[in-house]
């Protein structure tokens, strides 16, 4: 297994433009993830699904943020418009079980200028 | 407040040492505490989840306890070896949200040759 996708690795854009972060979750993995590592904050949990529907979005920082899981197989993070306080490093994972080991992506590492 | 408190924020030790890394937590009620090892640019990856009944759990070198009466784990790593310097990060699940995670701010490991 490939093992949790994320695209794109790198992303540079100017506040005020839309930011579109992609994963691909472990084959037959039912819940996912998505998380925000700063330095100042440490990681932080934005939203989890399962089974492709919303459980917990009390971590999205506020309505610039939205996260869609069409299918089983991609997730979205979308940031309109972006801020330079956005900027970070973007982790999605999946897991089997909640209770279980969290698989995490590589990372996509956004600036905002 | 749901709250993870990691000790200390960084340590540096010789190849070949013994070191100890602390987690105090506030999380209520408790679920499961997990020890993520990040190496620099990387996504977490699990080391080992202990749930309320366990107390100490081993991955190779690396042995976690916990205490849940007093609310404290530690990850003990033998024979330390370069590999190891990473970030340490101890992740508390419960709180209000069942899959919702509390994260540590880290200790970062150096082991010098």
């Known amino acids: 297994d490939a093992g949790v996708i994320q695209s794109p690795r790198h992303e540079v854009t100017e506040m005020g433009q839309e930011v579109t972060l992609r994963c691909k979750p472990i084959s037959g993995h039912d819940y996912l993830f998505w998380y925000r590592q700063t330095m100042m904050r440490g990681l932080e949990l934005l939203i989890y699904?399962?089974?492709?529907?919303?459980?917990?979005d009390s971590g999205m920082p506020e309505d610039r943020f939205s996260a869609k899981m069409p299918n089983a197989s991609f997730s979205t993070l979308k940031i309109q418009p972006s801020e330079p306080r956005d900027s970070a490093v973007y982790f999605c994972?999946?897991?089997?079980?909640?209770?279980?080991?969290?698989?995490f992506g590589p990372g996509t590492r956004l600036l905002v200028l | 407040k749901n709250q993870v408190e990691q000790s200390p924020q960084s340590l540096i030790i010789l190849e070949g040492k013994n070191c100890t890394l602390q987690c105090n937590y506030t999380v209520s009620p408790f679920s499961n505490l997990r020890w993520y090892k990040q190496d620099t640019g990387r996504g977490p990856v699990s080391l080992t989840i202990m749930t309320f009944s366990e107390n100490t759990k081993s991955n190779g070198r690396y042995t976690a306890t916990l205490d849940a009466d007093t609310k404290q784990s530690s990850l003990h790593i033998t024979a330390s070896q370069l590999s190891d310097s990473a970030s340490y990060i101890c992740v508390v699940g419960g709180g209000t949200s069942y899959g919702k995670l509390t994260f540590g701010q880290g200790t970062i490991l150096t082991v010098h040759p």
């Open positions: 699904f399962n089974n492709n529907v919303p459980i917990d």
């Open positions: 994972a999946s897991t089997v079980l909640l209770s279980e080991t969290q698989y």
